[in-house]
């Protein structure tokens, strides 16, 4: 069946880093635009950054631009985020996802989240 994992979240002070993980299974990971989105509390679900199956197009958030990259590795089944300079209005669940129609169709497959909280 499809599992998207993530891992890689915590507790981090302000201006320091995380890199997320997500491992994909039971689909053509290669084939598929992956995105990851975080959700604060009291708050809707926000789109961060998505890269597109091949890896060549990227897509970020103006809230994020310049401070997170996402990368993939098609060969372990794994899309990444690399999130630098934290902020604590970074604080929510972050969740990766994919998609199968491009890195602007809507996301079929959902991991379960991974907490990211940044705070002194």
């Known amino acids: 069946q499809v599992q998207l994992v993530e891992s890689g979240g915590g507790l981090v002070q302000p201006g320091g880093s995380l890199r997320l993980s997500c491992a994909a299974s039971?689909?053509?990971?290669?084939?598929?635009?992956m995105s990851w989105y975080r959700q604060a509390p009291g708050k809707e679900r926000e789109l961060v950054a998505v890269?597109?199956?091949?890896?060549?197009?990227?897509r970020y958030a103006d809230s994020v631009k310049g401070r997170f990259s996402i990368s993939r590795d098609n060969a372990k089944n794994t899309v990444y985020l690399q999130m630098n300079s934290l902020k604590p209005e970074d604080t929510a669940v972050y969740y990766c996802g994919a998609s199968p129609r491009g890195i602007s169709s809507a996301v079929d497959y959902w991991g379960q989240g991974t907490q990211v909280t940044v705070s002194s």
């Open positions: 039971g689909f053509t990971f290669s084939r598929y635009a």
């Open positions: 890269i597109s199956s091949a890896g060549f197009t990227t």
